[in-house]
């Protein structure tokens, strides 16, 4: 095939690196680039140059943030003393969209993985203990939501045995089925934490 622009090819090669594109939906996502006027696509340049620039782990919870301490850890009318941990920033998102939550976080930023060689010291443990030492901000609850993988139950299991130490109630969320999903569809494990985890009607 004759390459007829450089600029373009390199422009599909980068976009190809993104999670979720492949070479037909960045050859698609540029060509619409191309087709946009000057002003549209700076727009997008200085919002991805700013993104990089301004965009910062909140000092507190370690959460993306443009402000430090980031809009939920500096809302006084958030739970101080709830602390919901999270593997990466994302969850933050998906949870707040909830709107069910009323604390503050904990973000990780990962899991406890041998495999990959990440370590409790390679993740957020040690920036969890110590707000959990802050006397001027008490923690009454720690909530545990990481990924019901191999990892995150790994991780789940060692943060509660580090929290056996503090006068903290470690709970953490329920799984279990999806609503709208028939059982003949859920696989085992999940039937089988579903069972585990029940309660009251």
């Known amino acids: 095939m004759q390459i ?31 087709k946009q006027s000057d002003e549209r696509v700076m727009t997008l340049a200085d919002a991805l140059v700013q993104l990089k620039k301004s965009v910062k782990r909140c000092s507190v919870c370690g959460t993306i943030t443009d402000n430090d301490p980031c809009s939920i850890c500096s809302n006084p009318k958030r739970k101080s003393g709830v602390i919901c941990v999270v593997e990466e920033f994302q969850d933050v998102y998906i949870i707040e969209k909830t709107n069910e939550f009323r604390g503050r976080y904990h973000v990780l930023g990962g899991t406890i993985s041998p495999l990959d060689n990440i370590g409790p010291d390679d993740i957020r443990i040690k920036e969890l203990l110590q707000r959990l030492a802050d006397e001027e901000e008490p923690v009454d609850e720690v909530i545990l939501a990481l990924n019901p993988d191999a990892e995150g139950e790994a991780t789940s299991y060692y943060i509660n045995k580090l929290l056996l130490n503090y006068d903290v109630n470690v709970t953490r969320i329920a799984y279990g089925i999806p609503m709208g999903t028939e059982l003949e569809f859920i696989d085992e494990a ?3 934490r579903a069972f585990a985890s029940r309660t009251s009607f």
């Open 190 to 192: 999940t039937l089988s």
């Open 4 to 34: 007829t622009s450089e600029v373009l090819e390199r422009v599909i090669e980068e976009l190809a690196k993104l999670p979720g594109t492949g070479r037909k939906s960045a050859q698609r996502i540029a060509i619409h680039l191309l």
